[in-house]
């Protein structure tokens, strides 16, 4: 009767044991996250600081504005979030992606009678270099980040990787597939592809690769030359430059 009194005695210090363990673990992981809270605090109030020291270079140097966003990003801070409040009053930054914005579609549209709605991120890059009212450096960073708020308006705006870094840029709407985007980087390197090509290159069946080339055609991205002495080829004007310029 003795061992069992002791064991229920253990057995009950054990269990207020664990009791005690279990609030004081309660306790550290509230002070613990009291801390990072300050600590998250105290480095957004010197992430502000920083930006009103820098706020020239932020606007001005596309690179040392990329490495500014993603300080920001590192604690859940989004500059482009709202138009108002301290990132778009003190920097700009909000009118600066709005008016890229701008810029963006105002070259898409007047592209798109060549290319059917798709340019690469390199010539939108160069055609909004060249306008008057870019004073400031624009690069693709820049560019991706204002496509990304377009297409949040459900405007029909998106960035398509093609490979080696490289994006192209659709403006028009309706979404392309994997299977249009994985034509669209067997061309990127020539400019063309062919019914053929796809077939043996992608191992597709001639059905599937003549659907998605005919869709292509139809929405104008892709132009049909017949001319070829190779056969049939299917040409992707905003994969070769401009003749215009």
Same mark, same amino acid.
């Given at each position: 009767m003795r061992r069992r009194g002791v064991g229920a005695g253990a057995? /009950? &210090? &054990?269990?207020? /044991?664990?009791?005690?363990? &279990?609030?004081? @673990?309660? $306790? =550290?992981?509230?002070? !613990? %996250?009291? !801390?990072?809270?300050?600590? %998250? $605090?105290? +480095?957004?109030?010197?992430?502000?600081? +920083?930006?009103?020291?820098? &706020?020239?270079? =932020?606007?001005?140097?596309?690179?040392?504005?990329?490495? +500014?966003? $993603?300080?920001? /990003?590192?604690? @859940?801070v989004d500059p482009l979030a709202s138009g108002k409040g301290f990132w778009s009053e003190m920097l700009g930054i909000g009118d600066f992606y709005y008016e890229l914005g701008v810029q963006i579609v105002e070259v898409c549209l007047a592209t798109k009678p060549r290319n059917g709605g798709l340019i690469m991120l390199d010539e939108l890059r160069e055609r909004i270099a060249g306008k008057s009212r870019a004073r400031q450096d624009v690069s693709n960073d820049d560019l991706l980040r204002a496509i990304k708020k377009l297409k949040v308006l459900g405007s @029909? +705006?998106?960035? =398509?990787?093609?490979g080696g870094g490289r994006y192209l840029v659709q403006s028009v709407p309706g979404e392309l597939n994997m299977d249009h985007t994985t034509v669209l980087q067997l061309a990127e390197g020539s400019g063309f592809v062919s019914e053929s090509s796809i077939v043996n290159k992608l191992r597709w069946e001639t059905e599937r690769a003549q659907r998605v080339l005919d869709h292509m055609v139809k929405e104008g991205l892709a132009w049909v030359d017949d001319q070829a002495t190779e056969g049939r080829q299917y040409w992707f004007p905003a994969l070769f430059p401009d003749p215009a310029g």
């Open positions: 057995i /009950a &210090k &054990k269990k207020l /044991a664990e009791a005690r363990y &279990k609030d004081r @673990g309660t $306790e =550290i992981a509230a002070d !613990q %996250l009291a !801390q990072m809270s300050k600590q %998250l $605090e105290t +480095f957004q109030k010197h992430l502000e600081e +920083f930006a009103t020291k820098h &706020k020239d270079d =932020i606007r001005r140097n596309a690179e040392f504005r990329r490495q +500014f966003q $993603e300080m920001c /990003a590192a604690v @859940g @029909g +705006f998106t960035a =398509i990787p093609v």
